[in-house]
């Protein structure tokens, strides 16, 4: 067994990874080639494209929204065909983000007929390939915190098993998190569990201790500009905050030089600082990423060992929203198979 087909292997939680950025990139083809729909082939590859210096992703969230979502067997489809992906790859839990005020005030798709076609999606997908799944309803910061509260409200209405907590996504710069700390609090009050993008786009690390002193969330999502306040870093690694990062985020890729980018990317640096951070996937196809390239980047580019990688797998355990009884038996079970796992690796790291 070589290194990917190791990474593939071993067991693994997804805990950061958006919906829409998660759709098959043969689904959005087809999705958006609907008629009604006005993308012609080539608009489509354009709309998908990735370069080097990848501009990001959120363009395609927004088209998906506003242009290409017709109704809740869309949003079925698209968690279905994520999770059937993970499983293949060793994942055996996720964690999955929605941004539910961009499907229902822009695709017409109303709050609780989104989620329950994500949970029968979930339910599905746990039938046929063993994964299970919880959905993180996710405040969309371009917005108004008037819509993050509003949002909340609809979580409060139409409780659900596994809607599980909050989380808060697209553009940080210019939306900082303290405009959204009634939803926080409200999220918080209804028994939520929390968690935020913040210190992404190079944005001040400011924004992670907001995040965790006035939005109280339990772990954070990127968070890599922690690393400029050493005493916030210091204080992230004694509470056990588990960050949630990605190693294909396009703001590095754009701006650190290619020759540079795997030194001085901050995840490298990270659990340097004593941080705990677990690998994810965000956008999959639209980053061309899935969770084997995903682990094996954390090898191959930023230096890690297996010793850390084991390291990363019991963290996302730590971080993810299941009960805690549930913790310890993952744990072990995760530990036994990872090292069966590396006794039959042809590697000697
Ligand atoms: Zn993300």
């Not at 363009?59 to 279905?80: C, K, M, N, T, V």
Request: charged content about 30%.
């Amino acid at each position: 067994m070589d290194l990917a087909e190791f990474c593939r292997a071993i067991p693994k939680v997804e805990l950061h990874v958006h919906l829409l950025g998660a759709i098959r990139l043969q689904t959005l083809a087809e999705l958006a080639q609907r008629q009604g729909t006005g993308y012609s082939p080539g608009e489509v590859d354009e709309l998908a494209r990735r370069d080097a210096k990848p501009k990001g992703v959120l363009h395609i969230l927004r088209a998906l929204e506003q242009r290409i979502l017709r109704g809740p067997e869309d949003l079925h489809r698209i968690a279905y065909e994520y999770l059937e992906d993970a499983a293949s790859q060793g994942v055996r839990h996720a964690e999955i983000f929605w941004n539910p005020t961009g499907t229902a005030r822009d695709s017409g798709i109303p709050y609780a007929a989104g989620a329950d076609a994500i949970l029968a999606a979930f339910d599905d997908a746990k039938h046929d390939h063993g994964i299970s799944a919880l959905l993180i309803p996710s405040i969309d910061r371009e917005g108004t915190p008037e819509e993050a509260a509003e949002m909340v409200e609809w979580m409060i209405a139409h409780r659900r098993d596994r809607i599980i907590g909050l989380g808060i996504d697209y553009r940080e710069t210019d939306h900082p998190p303290e405009f959204f700390w009634k939803a926080y609090r409200a999220a918080k009050r209804a028994g939520f569990r929390l968690t935020a993008h913040a210190g992404e786009f190079g944005c001040h690390w400011r924004n992670v201790e907001t995040a965790i002193d006035l939005l109280e969330v339990e772990r954070i999502d990127h968070g890599y500009t922690v690393l400029d306040n050493p005493a916030l870093a210091r204080r992230c690694a004694e509470r056990g905050i588990i960050f949630t990062v990605v190693p294909t985020n396009s703001y590095y890729l754009r701006t650190l030089e290619p020759a540079r980018w795997a030194i001085d990317h901050p995840i490298r640096r990270m659990p340097q600082a004593g941080l705990l951070i677990h690998p994810n996937t965000d956008d999959p196809p639209l980053h061309r990423v899935d969770p084997q390239r995903c682990w094996t980047m954390m090898v191959e580019d930023f230096g890690f060992d297996l010793d850390d990688l084991r390291r990363f797998m019991l963290n996302g355990i730590v971080g993810a929203f299941i009960p805690e009884d549930d913790k310890r038996g993952l744990a072990a079970t995760f530990s036994a198979e990872y090292e069966r796992l590396r006794a039959d690796l042809d590697i000697a790291a």
